[in-house]
């Protein structure tokens, strides 16, 4: 195991070329928040915006355009049941984020399904929550495209089937192996697996547990996804920056909400950039 | 009578294990927000959520769903009129918050009894604002379970049959002992009386005197009982640091708002909490 | 003409006893907000919550229930369009304000003839925005209750036939006795008339030339007058503070937005309130 | 090419007479918006009202009206599907904005329409973003009034026929000179070109390449256009400005958000207004 390092996240968050706009930044869509769950897609797409992805946009439940828009207006939305339109953005993407707040019922299952019918394999692809429980449920075959997993311990349990007690790096790195994906195993200390490597995350507090920081972390890997050449860099980067935020609000808070490490995420993209 | 110490507030607020994840934290549901009194929920559920509860449910009247995710995403929303989707969650519970915004028509009676109807004895009930009001009717009976009302003196009166000049500390008391769950007493200095003891917060300011402030404390109470395993003095600590925060923000206002309490709750636990 | 002073408003704003509660405060209900206008009832009610009131209740068009629980969940509302149960919550209430966005058509009128045949003499009456220009058409006569009225110039100019190049102190005073009911007149400099005086506001900046600024005012008004038994004090304190806080704003922005002046107001009424 | 000059900015931004009121700063009317775009339009109000125009009132999709108001009730709204009323308010602007969020659909072209139709030659006129491409189409004409486009390089080059490789200073004059109106074109640092002008904006920054800048740049322009009487003055410190304002936070943010920049313009205006 290699901890993700300080100096990886610095060649990683390259500065950026004067000479760049929006599109430079990438597009990606998010797709999730079933009626219940909208909050988990907006929290999601919040970090991706704050991340500095280029162009933003949810495809949502149609209730939760409101509620998105009233604190981001800085993305566009669509009702993810509109599957002509869905299909239709989903060719543009640059990085499509699935699964916050999706849930696992008959709509979320077909939304899925466009999607994986959809995506291209140049296109990078981030599986979540309730979008992780459906690929386990064997129903659904991981597409050609560059694909992360970011499932909690249950999650990774039901798409490895090894069991949290049996969820030791190599287990876990054989699992990987077998999937063929990129995988963000996400725990008090996270560890990403992927072809050639098994890395671990320095940081994580238990301040961080609380319900939607998983969807915070989907949307920054979409974030960084969008902007970074190297998938698995990005992919770590983001992981990295999500605890050391979060690390530095617990020194003062004894729990830390998801919005509040999205709005320092330009900030600590700033401070931990590429140096000259 | 005997003060709420900050020692006792520090032996509470533990320090979080390092290996725990949001279930640890406690699952929490809170029931209320009729189409008019929508914003009552609101506030509850943002005290619970900023207190740390490991995973936040709002069941409210659907009108309330946008302008809740608007401010706290954090939160999943389910619709109170759906009897069976609200009775199986209560099922996966660990405390309940129900009052806040409710009223007292048919509807809040019917939500009333299924949630009396539900409740387990390990499960922990905190009963709130119009939900007193309804208990105070004589057609509903406490259920077997860990219960908290959180009346203020009116609806007190109504419950316990005392009027508010004959609410004395050993009257309370004794009606508490007579209704068997335990009873904190909202005033300008709060008395919390359990079944052996009674407690005084020597915090509080007229500066708190405005609506939704009891709704904050039902959340925070709420969220304390998700995290905390003794129940009295989760409900203690809830009381002692709802005021100690209003006190300190009363340094500089003339009128405390109840999100402004909300806010700070992570910083106050974080400077409460065990030491060493 | 006399300036109001800081005294005045340090006597008016006294220390809060600390054995109070949220109706010791005051019940306050606004009305207005059409389908357009909505932001003007929710501005009124951002600062009438802000400034103290203990209760605070809107009443206007459904369509802003969102919006408004959205950013001010401490209030409660109702359709303005259910006459009976506007009726019906205006006998409790301390104060009323009624004009902020409330536009001028069929349904505005009906909603103030509502108003004006349900309050009652001891309760407080604040006319504002269109609701002045309806009261200036002659369909409508002023009730027997403790009323002002905050037009601005033109708005003045409807009401007391005065054209603005005519409205002097003294011409506005004349016109103020005719009418009967305390007039604050919006200007560079306010003037506030009462039947035996004629103040003038020593504060105020071009600044604060924005639109939903008036509504801010009315809503304070509301506020103050729901908390301090003397009525002239407590809408020329209103008025102090309103601009008091704008010119300090001022000191370093180009302009002056409502809700800056809003969160403010404790803070402000905090440092000007009885010393000792 | 001259470059915009802080002189330039220092003598547009005039002191604000001490006698003056909301109306003296202009009404502006925002129309954009479509069911996908909404949130455009909310970032081009937003920054108009930050402006300090006078008043501000938003023609949009009615979805977009709660998301509107709940960040920004100091915006008035109305459907712009509704022809009647739209023609009616276009005839009371100062300003019109026209474009953010859009789109180009059959709507989009008859709300087009309506507004070229009914503008008067001495009204200002903002056409920015799927405004250009509709424009750009060849099936509407710049009618007469004062006019600037905001486009970025690729809506120019749907506009003016060149080529982004062709777009040089010289070239882009010659179009604007066929075209007849102000061209403001997007880029690294962004030219504006007016009949017997090229300037070029000296700041500017890749942190600011992020959905919803160009949005933010059409409100403020539409902002200063409403208050300060030389258009072209005007333009010129809405573009400087806008850039001055993220070149700082990208001093401490990898990424700057558009509602960051629109928060601090009244801060910057006050810092830039001409002195003594």
Request: glycine share 8%; charged share 15%.
């Amino acid at each position: 195991m290699q901890p993700i390092t300080t100096e990886l996240v610095n060649q990683t968050i390259i500065k950026r070329p004067a000479d760049s706009y929006k599109g430079t930044y990438g597009r990606i869509l998010l797709i999730g928040g079933n009626p219940h769950f909208g909050g988990a897609i907006i929290m999601a797409a919040t970090a991706a915006t704050y991340s500095g992805a280029g162009l933003v946009t949810v495809a949502t439940d149609a209730s939760n355009f409101t509620s998105l828009h009233a604190q981001l207006p800085e993305a566009m939305v669509l009702d993810y049941h509109d599957t002509d339109y869905l299909s239709e953005l989903l060719t543009d993407m640059d990085v499509i984020v699935i699964g916050p707040g999706l849930g696992t019922d008959d709509d979320a299952q077909a939304i899925l399904l466009t999607v994986l019918q959809n995506v291209q394999p140049q296109q990078r692809l981030v599986i979540d929550g309730s979008a992780i429980t459906l690929m386990a449920s064997g129903s659904f075959d991981f597409p050609a495209a560059e694909i992360v997993v970011t499932p909690h311990q249950m999650e990774w349990q039901r798409l490895s089937g090894l069991t949290i007690a049996d969820q030791t790096p190599t287990a876990n790195h054989l699992a990987q192996q077998d999937l063929g994906v990129i995988a963000v195993v996400k725990a008090h200390h996270t560890t990403v697996y992927t072809d050639d490597q098994v890395w671990f995350n320095p940081g994580g507090t238990p301040a961080m547990a609380t319900g939607g920081m998983g969807d915070t972390l989907a949307g920054m890997v979409g974030g960084f996804a969008a902007q970074f050449p190297d998938f698995t860099n990005a992919i770590l980067s983001a992981v990295y920056l999500h605890s050391a935020i979060a690390d530095d609000l617990a020194q003062k808070q004894y729990v830390v909400l998801p919005h509040q490490i999205s709005r320092l995420i330009p900030v600590y993209m700033h401070r931990y950039q590429q140096k000259s």
